[in-house]
């Protein structure tokens, strides 16, 4: 074959924006996410601040709705499944020994719009007014009697950053399925891939639902329609049913991920094969499905029955079983190793205990008669801190720790690392722990202030207290991830005496991943190669040539075209007191105009194909890697 | 890589029986459009559960009952479901290695469901000259969102499938191009499936009461 090809390659700014290098949008989808984690961070800590004391007026009562809204949207949609979609980009493909994702330029199609929608929302801030309804944002609230433009951006903004989930989804399951290396069957895959098979499965079937629900939303508010609208016949439950039917699954797409790292994690750090590999398999599928029988266990104050609350009760509790199995394997897969007490192993430690007491106050609101006293308490808000926080953050921060030095080539400091464990850990279940209390003690969530002496004060104040703690443990690690950034990149490929394939290459990894893709001959690929006494894989391949994708700005532009097609339809009916704003918006021109740019780059994309470039073998010997 | 066979007379001699299937491109691309099918399959349904929800929410305007006239969709029916038809053809061709008539049976297709969306279009006029608009009651906006969704949809493949006619006169068939025709036939079907639902649970139901 001739290789003829030759292709652009571009560098600083240009690279990030045209890159479409499975590990460079890992990087991307991190930094962008953890951005937004610091932006919602910032805003639980000015909630927390309002609430410090009673009748505090540090905020007002509409900047506290447009905080607390904002903290729930920023964390599950723009911080958390970005931060998984991170290390899920930068490990899968290293760990079922493929060479790229299946779909390159939709991946970077994918984190685009994640971010320019997400941008979207957050611009609010300045243009007018936060999202004020709630994260759930259920109507009449959110309707445009009773809300301002805020659900618009809310609504518009979930909808473009939805696509790059929903892409993102596609390109790990197909990535999955069609591109595991020889020999990698799928029972013999690392339980972090197995997760986020699972977590892009649910993705996928949860997504088009939620997407369904703000399109009725944005009929609704921008174009006079009846879904929601009592006064038209409409019906403000079924916001509800489709907002859960994609919420309920939504918190399995956030905790399988920290799921698989934690297998990871325990397994490495224990020196010992996962306990229970197929059982935590078929924990996972099971979570996987009945995730989608429980969505209205959200709705039991809702009044829909008796036998559809017990149903609803007896599918929730349900789930207790599989997760059961995990917490067991975990403990199990520790019992009896040499264990090692690094930054990432002391977060997945943490995370089993303080997950189990989440699952459980899961299993109390799972009793309906027992939920018409939680609903809406800080009980509720405390249950789901901990299995989302002491769940899947814990479980980011170790992923983090753990996979740091194959992203960047750098070992975090631990020391500091340890520190900001501490913090976090400390912080989290102060912050968290006295809320099941100040919710069982009749605190009402999202209420702006409260009276004194009613029992309050003293919990709140420390909740406060632990808020600033989980912040200091935040600024550790980017303390961390600053001082690191300074020193030489020495990493070793395999740090922790790891097990599975992404240890086999380099740190960071060359831009093929794989020189020779390997022959996977077990479970825990590379552990099996080890105890065999084998330095490296054994090849399943010749030495030939690498087929890589271009770079492109087309995923990038297509964002921006949704960026401002959608921030013309929300200022359609919009009193400009300029003229040429007005017609600009008013006719169409600028969200008619944003869709056209998006639309020629499809045309564009559809008709020039692509075919890459290859990387030539004489160019593998000379970097002289090891496979 | 894509292996070469001797086969198929009718097509250029280096061409694989199932083009589509040649590359793991190709492969990635089928299966991919599979699972967003997936996808599409719970944006429909969770579509059509509103609109079941509030297809009785006629408040004060005209009701499915009183508009629906069922010879007019049944006619639509019969377009759409006969332009599936021939996007089987344009597969079959495409397993023969004819270009031309691939060309040919997509036309076809694309043919009928411009007639299709010309009903579709006609039938809306009408019904918002009957005093059913968007904004007239819960039921006419899930049944416009229904059916809309579907008429986008039928838009989008139409535009989609005749740029794919005018691709493949240039760059002929190969194993980029017949991905790009299988899955585009996929699509099809699968808005033939959608619509066979909403004949059902919309006009005929609808109708029924």
Known sequence: MAHAHTVKRYSGLMDWLTTVDHKKIGILYLAAGGFFFLIGGLEAILIRIQLMKPMNDFVSAQTFNELITMHGTTMIFL?????????????????????????????????????????????????????????????????????????????????????????????????????????????????FTWASFVTSMIILFAFPALAVGLIALTFDRLFGGNFFDVSGGGNVVLWQHIFWIFGHPEVYILILPAFGIISEIVSTFSKKRLFGYSSMVFATVLIGFLGFMVWVHHMFTVGLGPVGNALFSIATMLIAVPTGIKIFNWIFTMWGGRISFTTASLYGMAFIPTFVMGGVTGVMLAVPGADYQYHDTYFVVAHFHYVIVGGLILGIFGGIFYWWPKMFGRVLNETLG?????????????????????????????????????????????????????????????????????????????????????????????????????????????????????????????????????????????????????????????????????????????????????????????????????????????????? | MSQTHAHGHHGPETLPPEPEKATLEGRNKILGFWLFLGGETVLFGTLFASYLALRNQINDGPSGEQLFSLPLVAVATFILLTSSLFSVMAIQALHRHDLKGIQFWLGATVLFGVLFLGLEIYEFFHYVHEGLTFSTSAFSTSFYSLVGFHGAHVLLGVLWIALLIVQLSKKKLTVVTAPKVYVAALYWHFIDVVWVFIFTVVYLMGKVG
């Open chain 1, 418 to 627: 340890k520190a900001s464990f501490w913090f976090f850990f400390i912080g989290f279940h102060l912050t968290f722990f006295v809320q099941h209390f100040l919710g069982l003690w009749g605190m009402p969530r999202r209420v702006y202030t409260y009276l004194e002496n009613q029992g309050w004060d003293d919990l709140n104040w420390i909740s406060t207290i632990g808020a600033f703690a989980m912040g200091v443990g935040t600024l550790l690690v980017l303390i961390n991830i600053f001082i690191t950034g300074l020193k030489p990149r020495n990493a070793d490929s395999d740090p922790w005496d790891g097990r599975t394939l992404e240890w086999t290459i380099p740190s960071p990894p060359p831009e093929y991943n794989f020189k020779q893709l390997p022959l996977v001959r077990g479970l825990d690929a590379l552990w099996k190669e080890k105890s065999a006494g084998n330095k490296e894989m054994t090849p399943a391949e010749p030495i030939g040539p690498i087929h890589m994708p271009s770079p492109s700005l087309l995923p990038f532009i297509m964002s921006v075209g949704l960026f401002i097609a959608g921030l013309g339809f929300m200022y359609k009916n919009y009193d400009f007191t300029n003229g040429f704003m007005s017609m600009l918006f008013g006719y169409n021109i600028v969200s008619i105009g944003g869709l056209v740019i998006t639309f020629a780059c499809m045309f564009l994309r559809s008709v020039y194909d692509d075919h890459g470039w290859h990387i030539e073998p004489e160019e593998l010997q000379d970097k002289g890697v090891k496979a």
């Open chain 1, 79 to 191: 911080a958390a499944m970005p931060m998984i979609f991170g290390l899920m980009n930068a490990v899968i493909p290293l760990q079922i020994g493929a060479r790229d994702v299946a779909f390159p330029f939709l991946n970077s199609l994918g984190f685009w719009t994640f971010f320019f929608g997400g941008l979207l929302v957050n611009v609010s801030w300045f243009l007018g007014g936060a999202p004020d309804a709630g994260w759930t944002a259920y109507p009449p609230l959110s309707s445009e009697r009773y809300s301002g433009m805020g659900i618009d951006f809310y609504a518009i903004g979930l909808q473009i950053a939805g696509i790059g989930t929903l892409v993102g989804g596609i390109n790990f399951l197909v990535t999955i399925i069609n591109m595991r290396a020889p020999g990698m069957t799928f029972m013999r895959m690392p339980m």
